[in-house]
């Protein structure tokens, strides 16, 4: 965990809105860094990893904006982001994720998150995204937006929605299953063990009310294709 002594009332004086990075890979974290402190406006005031480093630098720092993956080695960016705004509705957090913003994004939206903006955008629009929730905006992409507008439209028929009842992982293993991984795939890709990965789908099959592995796989294609989607554009 990296957190300068005395940058907090450095930025300050400079009029530098602080910036904590959450991510667990070092190469995305000394790439944002370079980024972002090119700016004259920003500066990273502290670089962690977990999902309990980042709420100590939270309260030690007291940044302006903290950038979180979603995905940590340790910890659940999601729960982080819940707690955060609970805790610190006022703190803009930006999720920067690797995960399909269609199927993640409205998600971390509703659970506190100001903006999500996926890692293979470009780096203009990263600072765009910071400086738009920065300002007390919302930063969302054109396609996230238009998911979203949708899923207004259709509130009343998606109010009960069991995906509602997953956690994070479970839905992060369901978007694989639909994907046509198997077991064991979904479980390198998520860097679990396979019988991890077959728990996880046992306490999907539960939730979703299915039966069986066949029932699970339907569910699981045709809610990934639904929402990995882009709605059409209007004529």
Known sequence: MKMPTGASNVSSMRGQR???IVDDHPIVRQGLRRMIETEADLVVCGEVQTEREARAAIRALAPDVVIVDIS????DGLELVRDVHAQRPELPMLVLSMHDELIYGERL???GASGYIMKQAASDQLLIALRRVLSGGVYVSDSL????GKT?????EIAGDPIDRLSNRELQVLSL?????????AADGLGLSVKTVETHRQSLKRKLNLATNAQLLQYAINWYGNRSTPPAAAS
Do not use: F, H, T
């Open 152 to 156: 207004r439209m259709e509130g009343a």
């Open 72 to 75: 940590l080695a340790q910890g």
């Open 177 to 185: 299953i639909g994907r046509g991984l198997s077991s064991r795939e």
């Open 109 to 111: 939206l509703a659970a």
């Open 18 to 20: 602080r910036v904590l």
């Open 145 to 148: 937006a238009g998911s979203l």
